[in-house]
């Protein structure tokens, strides 16, 4: 998603409770690109939410007779926790007060809790002579709080089965208490006349029903469900209604006593659950507790075509053999395609034989915001319960991919990672039609992202994703898991070439990779001194590609390994490097040149002047790559090359 509520509390540093009223101000910057300004009012209880798109923003805080408060150039994405806590606003001099908070609760003695749905209303005059009437509802807690003038009132305190009650405020100043306290309703009484005449006590005719709807998937509330009770009253009487959740997912509905009640939750792209509520009485519980909605599809196959280059007419290739399949009700095929040719890109919802498009106009397919959008775009048009994403362009590993030349921008793995996260979608699947990114920085930067990594460590072909019989083996089993999709995704991603290469990786198990690459580049740093001809002579005879300096990582430790004049503890280390990725790589081929090919490569020079252009000019942000903070792969290079890494 590329939106999600952002909620928290104005707290009042004079009554110590939550401040009603005070506007929260949000404005700065979308993700995209765009402005954006909201301005929310908190609840009687000092909370606040709105709707937030990802961004950089600058948040106010103000209140009537108080201090004001303002949060900079605030960054709010997938990684930021959802509350933005409680802030506590200061009063201003008391000689600027006009007013000030007047709060309480309202409690239900028989259930011993505060009593939600009451409406407490305050009238009179202020002391300018002015007449004042403000009504507020009670929350769940039963709290309740209005900013009040000073003056001269009386607080009305009603219910629906319960006695009203009032009393009077006479001269409300800074000296006045702040508090209401807590007041106590009675249920009503009343003679019901009958053959046999006798006084009974009336109960509650009706109570706040309510609860939450759940997004699964994006692990946050799900607005815009539908919720409908219907059923019967205890009077015989049918009864029926329907609210839309908001940002929170939370609904509530004031729902009589009844004998058979049913719920039902619906959600377009969801599947709807109806739940038997059953007699509706005092003793049953106010709550509906959390409902968990499931998409009714299986699968979105998301596929971001960059055509802008010399690739575009492969890739109309590519969307055909997409249409030969199409879309059905349990697959969604959505593919975003820019073309050099119109400068515009499309996004296709596949359907077979045809498409339905959407223009987006000139798009930069190098911009992470493009991405992102796409991304949320997909997944909020089309839910499912697991998604794939394929990246289909040029790739070259460390520098990234996903290349336009109208903008000549590109995708960095720091900007593609920061797309993905902003998203706020976990992907079952991502893929790169694209030529060398099965890297082990690359995986390694996706491990929060994804479930799986298929790629290539060599460079790739025109029309090696066969997305025919890809996307029909998944239509026709929808169920399948990521790890098959992964799996099949390699079977179907290469031709006859004899110099290529694909893998599927298990995220899951890249910390491993990594923690036991970590070991040998310390084992390797220590040891420079005494096997640095060893440790030479594995990395020039070690599988390599296209790019030479990346070279296959098992191969790499496997020859030291197997090199008897070499330390122990090297070649322990080593040996540790080829099981993890034996562990990590669930799905390996490679062509006849590339037998030595276990599904992942590494970046390692052996050339001074080259590593420093690397950092310099080909990928700067290398050093700041996951895997290079996390392990001490980049300080054994740089001891090897003998240069500081420091551009």
Not at 176 to 203: E, K, P, R
Not at 334 to 353: C, E, I, P, W
Not at 484 to 489: E, G, K, P, Q, Y
Not at 601 to 624: C, E, H, R, V, W
């Amino acid at each position: 998603m590329a939106s999600r509520s952002f909620y928290g509390y104005v707290w009042s540093g004079s009554t110590n409770h939550g401040l009603a009223g005070a506007t929260v101000t949000v404005s700065g910057t979308m993700a995209s690109g765009s402005g954006f300004s909201q301005s929310v009012v908190t609840e009687s209880d000092g909370r606040w939410v709105i709707d937030l798109p990802y961004g950089s923003y600058t948040i106010i805080f103000s209140a009537q007779g108080y201090q004001s408060q303002t949060w900079q150039n605030w960054v709010w994405n997938a990684d930021i926790g959802y509350s933005g806590g409680t802030l506590t606003l200061q009063p201003t001099a008391s000689a600027t007060l006009t007013s000030r908070l007047f709060y309480g609760f309202v409690w239900n003695d028989i259930l011993n809790q505060g009593l939600l749905g009451a409406t407490v209303t305050v009238s009179g005059s202020t002391t300018s002579g002015s007449s004042f009437s403000q009504s507020v509802v009670t929350g769940t807690d039963g709290m309740w709080n209005i900013v009040l003038p000073w003056g001269s009132y009386t607080v009305t305190v009603s219910a629906p089965g319960y006695q009203t009650q009032s009393f009077q405020i006479n001269g409300w100043s800074p000296d006045i208490a702040y508090s209401g306290g807590a007041v106590h309703l009675q249920l009503l009484t009343t003679t019901v006349s009958s053959s046999t005449s006798s006084s009974t006590s009336a109960t509650l005719t009706s109570r706040l029903f309510y609860g939450t709807v759940w997004n699964p998937v994006a692990n946050q509330p799900l607005a815009g469900a539908t919720v409908t009770v219907s059923g019967s009253t205890a009077s015989g009487s049918a009864f029926t209604q329907s609210m839309v959740t908001g940002s929170d997912g939370r609904w509530e509905i004031q729902l009589p006593w009844g004998t058979s009640y049913t719920f039902t939750v619906s959600a377009l792209g969801y599947q709807s659950q109806s739940i038997q509520l059953g007699s509706w009485t005092p003793d049953t519980s106010y709550s509906g507790g959390v409902v968990t909605l499931q998409p009714t599809a299986s699968w979105t196959f998301m596929v971001y075509i960059d055509g802008d280059n010399n690739l575009e007419g492969g890739k109309e290739l590519d969307l055909s053999q997409m249409e030969s399949v199409g879309s059905n009700t349990q697959v969604s095929i959505v593919a975003l395609f820019d073309r050099k040719s119109t400068n515009d890109a499309m996004v296709y919802y596949v359907q077979n034989g045809a498409a339905t498009q959407v223009d987006w106009g000139s798009t930069d397919m190098g911009n992470p915001a493009t991405l992102m959008k796409f991304i949320v775009y997909a997944g909020s048009h089309y839910p499912a319960q697991h998604y794939a994403l394929i990246l289909s362009n040029h790739g070259g590993g460390i520098e990234g991919a996903m290349w336009d030349d109208t903008s000549s921008h590109h995708l960095t793995v720091a900007g593609l990672t920061s797309a993905l996260a902003g998203s706020g979608i976990r992907f079952n699947v991502v893929g790169f039609d694209a030529c060398l990114m099965s890297m082990v920085e690359v995986a390694y930067q996706l491990r929060s992202y994804s479930d799986y990594l298929v790629s290539s460590e060599e460079v790739t072909y025109l029309h090696e994703f066969h997305y025919d019989i890809i996307l029909s083996s998944l239509v026709n089993n929808p169920q399948m898991s990521g790890r098959d999709l992964a799996s099949i995704l390699v079977t179907y991603c290469h031709g006859d070439n004899a110099d290529g290469t694909f893998s599927a990786i298990d995220l899951s198990r890249i910390d491993n990779v990594a923690s036991s690459v970590n070991g040998l580049a310390g084992a390797l740093k220590s040891g420079l001194s005494l096997y640095g001809n060893q440790i030479a002579n594995a990395r020039t005879s070690s599988e390599h590609y296209y790019f030479s300096n990346y070279i296959d990582v098992y191969d790499f430790a496997y020859l030291l390994s197997q090199d008897q004049s070499i330390g122990a503890n090297i070649k322990n280390a080593a040996l540790d490097v080829t099981h993890a990725i034996d562990n990590a790589v669930i799905s390996n081929w490679h062509g006849a040149i590339h037998t030595r090919s276990h599904g992942l490569s590494i970046y390692f020079d052996t050339s001074k002047s080259s590593y420093q252009n690397m950092l310099q000019n080909i990928a700067p942000d290398y050093g700041s790559l996951d895997f290079c903070v996390s392990t001490g792969w980049r300080g054994f290079v740089e001891a090897y090359l003998q240069v500081d890494g420091t551009p």
